[in-house]
């Protein structure tokens, strides 16, 4: 638990920081954040090394909590980051479906417009393109990693009952994540922008 984990935390820093260079609350926000990851010291432990980091970048002699605040959406990021680069091919087109629908558009995309853009990418990329029933399961198991989130809608008849999704980090991050199938497929007009100005930037 929590306090558990607040010892763990404090008999690093007697080892590993200089006297009064941890503000107060970073312990214990620090250790909050592993108990809420189910309690694992080790996420706790990077989580305060990677707060020294960013303080120690800005030359500062404390570590805030800021400083964990901007760790944690850090580490946040490159969870999310690992969680799509292991995910299956199948996986991947239909993600990729999605944000290349997403970026052009503000309402978010149903599951048949992602399917036709699914469709079309396994066509380019040679991969056998899998049942309307079978993305759907897809984008239901990308939602549990926290890259996307589905919304339920009701357009009453005929259209009844629907679910629509939507990205739920940022597009230049998943399609960063997914370089190697971007390598495979190539880049779809309608992302072409974004890999464009991610290439700028890491340049």
């Known amino acids: 638990d929590a306090e558990e984990l607040q010892e763990v935390l404090n008999q690093r820093v007697t080892v590993s920081f200089y006297e009064d260079a941890i503000a107060d609350g970073v312990i214990e926000l620090c250790a909050a954040y592993g108990a809420k990851d189910g309690g694992d010291a080790r996420k706790a432990l990077d989580l305060l090394r990677a707060a020294a980091d960013h303080a120690r970048a800005k ?7 800021d400083n964990v605040a901007e760790a944690r959406r850090e580490l946040e990021r490159e ?18 479906a999605l944000v290349s629908l997403q970026h052009n558009q503000d309402d978010p995309s149903r599951s048949k417009d992602i399917y036709e853009r699914y ?26 990693l926290g890259v996307i989130e589905s919304i339920q809608r009701n357009q009453g008849y005929p259209e009844g009952k ?19 199938l971007l390598n495979e497929v190539g880049i779809h007009e309608d992302v072409a922008d974004v890999v464009e100005k991610s290439d700028r930037i890491s340049a």
């Open 59 to 65: 030359d500062a002699t404390i570590v805030d909590e």
């Open 79 to 96: 969870e999310v980051m690992d969680g799509i680069a292991d995910l299956a091919d199948q996986h991947k087109l239909s993600l990729y």
């Open 119 to 144: 469709q079309e990418l396994c066509d380019i990329s040679h991969h056998d393109a899998r049942t309307l029933r079978r993305v759907r399961d897809f984008l239901g198991e990308i939602e549990g």
């Open 162 to 180: 629907y679910n629509a999704y939507e990205l739920g980090h940022d597009e230049e991050m998943i399609l960063a994540a997914m370089s190697d």
